[in-house]
């Protein structure tokens, strides 16, 4: 909806109360591998006990040497405590001398000026672009509002029948 000229060419204007509510909040999950090697100078461990380090620094870590399950971690925190044998020049490591541990990390992060925002029908904003499907989708909208029904539209739901948003469109309007 044009207001004010904000929203001209592929911009997008978005309502404060989307905002405020966490609706365009975005939940990206993030994973991190780790892996031990066994050194001429022995295995590397991964741990809790790190020397030299204080307890504050290590405080996430569970008795394994791991990040706990459902930690607040910022940039910087110990994810995993991995303890290294001094080793002198040492690069080839045998694959069956390893292990590989995951760890998923998720991050909340909040709209803000200078996001991209895409709908559902491959608009990021451009106003010069058709999308019919964004069309009958508010088409559809409405006669549910007007008519007291809801419908659910599945994306792709052409693989079910051809042209059948259209049709489920036209047989309510």
């Known amino acids: 909806m044009p207001w004010e000229g904000y929203n001209f060419e592929d911009a997008v204007l978005i309502s404060e109360r989307l905002?405020?509510?966490?609706?365009?909040?975005?939940?990206?999950?993030?994973?991190?591998?780790?892996?031990?090697?066994?050194?001429s100078q022995g295995p590397e461990r991964i741990t809790n006990e790190i020397p030299h380090l204080e307890a504050h620094l290590l405080r996430n870590l569970d008795k394994n040497g791991i990040v706990m399950l459902g930690s607040w971690v910022e940039t910087g925190d110990i994810l995993v405590g991995k303890l290294t044998p001094q080793v002198a020049k040492e690069s080839s490591y045998a694959p069956e001398d390893r292990l590989?541990?995951?760890?998923?990390?998720?991050?909340?992060?909040?709209?803000?000026?200078?996001?991209?925002?895409?709908?559902?029908?491959?608009?990021?904003?451009?106003?010069s672009r058709m999308n019919v499907g964004q069309i009958f989708e508010c088409?559809?909208?409405?006669?549910?509002?007007?008519?007291?029904?809801?419908?659910?539209?599945?994306?792709?739901?052409?693989?079910?029948?051809?042209?059948?948003?259209?049709?489920?469109?036209?047989?309510?309007l």
């Open 19 to 39: 905002v405020y509510e966490d609706i365009y909040t975005s939940f990206h999950i993030r994973k991190y591998e780790i892996q031990t090697h066994v050194t």
């Open 100 to 127: 590989l541990r995951a760890i998923l990390g998720i991050q909340k992060r909040e709209i803000k000026v200078g996001d991209k925002v895409a709908g559902r029908h491959g608009n990021k904003g451009v106003p």
């Open 139 to 172: 088409s559809l909208g409405l006669a549910g509002s007007l008519l007291d029904r809801h419908y659910r539209i599945a994306p792709f739901d052409e693989r079910y029948e051809q042209e059948a948003s259209r049709k489920l469109v036209f047989s309510e």
